[in-house]
């Protein structure tokens, strides 16, 4: 079992930053990646970055390559998203997630989520 919550949620803005933060507790050492995911208004969930469990390699949508940024801290077994000149488009609940197991890509396989925590971005 592993557990998630996130924090750092806001309103900001537009063009302003954010940190957010993902604590995991449980059985951390089996996590393979680390995810977040975003749900706007009236929208579907989708992926917005991942961090594999070393952090060496990491992955972003198109949508916020270049303002977005994932980090790990393995130590403190916290996960974090740095967000850049943030737009209204990116208002969202956003979740993070944990992958504990090999499926080829990032984007899908995660069996732990958090509670999410809401972004507003005002224009």
């Known amino acids: 079992q592993v557990q998630l919550v996130e924090s750092g949620g806001g309103l900001v803005q537009a063009g302003g930053s954010l940190r957010l933060s993902c604590a995991a507790s449980?059985?951390?050492?089996?996590?393979?990646?680390m995810g977040w995911f975003r749900q706007g208004p009236g929208k579907e969930r989708e992926f917005v970055a991942a961090i594999s469990w070393s952090g060496d390699s990491t992955d972003y949508a198109d949508s916020v390559k270049g303002r977005f940024t994932v980090s790990r801290d393995n130590a403190k077994n916290t996960v974090y998203l740095r967000m850049n000149s943030l737009k209204p488009e990116d208002t969202a609940v956003y979740y993070c997630a944990a992958k504990t197991y090999y499926s080829g890509t990032y984007v899908y396989g995660y069996d732990y989520w958090g509670q999410g925590t809401q972004v507003t971005v005002s224009s």
């Open positions: 449980g059985r951390t050492f089996s996590t393979y990646a």
